[in-house]
């Protein structure tokens, strides 16, 4: 074969070979063609950032996602914008025919906030409420995080940079709180995982009790409401409480019981059974009750009043413990799928609200509620009358109960009607898992609005040998705090005496951020508060008989 001799032409043929990829990668990348960024595939990429113009040419394509600048020593995510809906959260348009559909997106845990706007209009009252009550009083302030007000029952938690941190825990011997913060914080976890647009970096307090009291009280005195705003299962209609933010039930995660379970489970089993009884022409025409009357008083009267009806299936269940029913009540036990095959259940507080009320407006069947004394995320949404009833409403000491029953099943088609209503009310729309992320994510925001501080991510600490400074984060990343409190604890044997060598003291563990030994590692606090991480509390003695919280 001839060889290329050298040359221009040679010459020239190389340098265009090299500069046409040159020239088009420059052509597609740089600002001095008017195209900021890159591009992706709409398959690979479907929302545009608010903060960059939209190109007419690039039809087909959309810009790559734009990022605040990030200061090492705080990051922070996109500041609030009170001009945006939500503060500026992750506000691209959706398509205009979006609507939400139970069967598609009950476990969407990442709907945009327009398509949780659109899906749940009226679901952030209570949130609405808290804000608006904050604006008129004054900011919460980094001295509302107390948390010395109450003796155990009590978490600190920040979300920064959109991952959430544990930073203090005050658990308690009886041990239902440990399971509750689990529970509440995988919830939270969830929903802020499964959205892609920015949060704020909030820090906050959550009460893990049934009520946020002052605990103990002095021997004689009543119990007084804590004035520090801070995260409640529940809050007082009465307004003493007002503060107070409500957030969703731990049972949305899941009750470990074996009654219940977990949420989405209930809600498929519930479903199950209906559909294997006909529906509602299956359904047994009595009320249903189940629970513990030594909660509440007017439990007690309910089991008065409903006594020899031949409407009434309502009966006592007592607990040997926080999780064990008694023998001798337990084969009358109901699970909660199994109420529904009733058209009447019965709902009752306990010691304040009552975490059965969700599971039994799953139901297709129609709800019997009290007066309620309690606040939940969804107590507004329930109507007592007209065309959009989804409840029976009767009196506090259920005087009214037997005539009520009476009416509806005189009257079959009312109380499908209710049925029906409750259903696409409940059901299908605002108790969906879906739905309690997008509470959440509306609950950082509205928290984040009065908000008076930036919360600190690093703290200053101080090598207590060489005297050197460094920075640290604060609290523990949450997927460490779990995995490590879920951890079994194995026992090992003992080791024997002679197996011991002699002449070597016996080791204490030493702390390697201090090089410093501790008497116990497992025990180790930090000197400032702040430092000290929860931990899982060790092992309690079963509760004596009886129960908290009203199941």
């Not at 040419?57 to 990022?67: G, N, V």
């Amino acid at each position: 074969m001839k060889s290329w001799p050298a040359g221009p032409r040679r010459t020239f043929l190389l340098l265009a070979a090299c500069a046409i990829p040159l020239f088009l990668i420059v052509a597609t990348t740089s600002k001095l063609f008017g195209r900021p960024s890159s591009y992706f595939p709409v398959a690979l990429y479907t929302k545009s950032s608010p903060t960059q113009a939209p190109i007419a040419e690039a039809t087909e394509f959309h810009i790559l996602p734009w990022s605040p600048p990030v200061n090492d020593a705080s990051p922070t995510a996109l500041p609030f914008n009170p001009h945006l809906p939500h503060g500026g959260q992750n506000d691209a348009p959706e398509p205009e025919q979006w609507t939400f559909d139970a069967a598609r997106d009950a476990r969407d845990f990442g709907l945009s906030d327009e398509q949780c706007d659109a899906a749940f209009p009226d679901f952030y009252e209570e949130i609405d409420r808290a804000v608006e009550l904050h604006r008129s009083l004054g900011n919460i302030t980094i001295d509302d995080l107390d948390m010395s007000w109450r003796r155990d029952e009590m978490l600190r938690a920040m979300i920064f940079d959109r991952q959430l941190y544990i930073i203090d825990a005050k658990w308690s011997r009886h041990g239902f709180d440990l399971p509750r913060a689990i529970a509440l914080l995988q919830s939270m976890y969830r929903a802020i995982i499964a959205y892609p647009g920015p949060l704020p970096n909030i820090e906050f307090t959550i009460c893990l009790g049934d009520v946020a009291v002052f605990a103990p009280p002095p021997s004689n005195a009543p119990r007084q409401t804590s004035k520090h705003p801070t995260w409640v299962l529940t809050r007082r209609a009465d307004g003493s409480d007002a503060q107070n933010w409500v957030i969703p039930d731990f049972g949305y995660w899941s009750w470990p019981l074996d009654v219940v379970g977990e949420y989405s489970q209930v809600r498929r089993e519930i479903s199950y059974v209906e559909e294997m009884i006909g529906g509602w022409a299956g359904k047994v025409p009595k009320a249903v009750w189940r629970g513990a009357a030594i909660t509440n008083p007017l439990r007690k009267e309910l089991l008065r009043v409903a006594e020899g009806k031949e409407w009434s299936d309502v009966r006592e269940v007592t607990w040997d413990s926080m999780t064990d029913i008694s023998e001798g009540t337990r084969r009358q036990s109901l699970t909660m799928p199994e109420h529904c095959q009733y058209e009447f259940v019965v709902h009752t507080e306990g010691h304040s609200y009552s975490g059965r009320g969700k599971y039994l407006l799953n139901c297709h069947s129609v709800s019997i509620i009290h007066d309620p004394e309690w606040i939940e995320p969804h107590t507004h949404l329930l109507v007592p009358e007209g065309t959009d009833q989804n409840f029976l409403p009767v009196d506090p000491n259920f005087t009214n109960l037997d005539n009520s029953i009476r009416s509806l099943l005189a009257h079959p088609h009312d109380a499908q009607r209710i049925a029906d209503n409750a259903v696409a009310t409940f059901r299908d729309r605002y108790l969906t898992p879906a739905a309690q992320a997008c509470y959440w994510r509306r609950l950082f925001w509205g928290w984040s609005q009065v908000q008076d501080f930036v919360p600190e991510f690093y703290r200053t600490v101080k090598d207590r040998e060489t005297g050197r400074v460094r920075r640290k984060g604060r609290g523990e990343p949450f997927e460490s705090w779990i995995s490590r409190g879920l951890r079994p604890k194995v026992e090992l044997p003992e080791e024997k005496p002679a197996d011991k060598p002699a002449d070597k003291a016996e080791e204490k563990p030493v702390d390697k951020a201090d090089e410093k030994p501790v008497e116990n590692a497992e025990e180790k606090t930090a000197e400032n508060p702040e430092e000290k991480v929860a931990d899982k509390p060790a092992e309690e003695p079963k509760t004596p008989k009886g129960e908290k919280e009203g199941r």
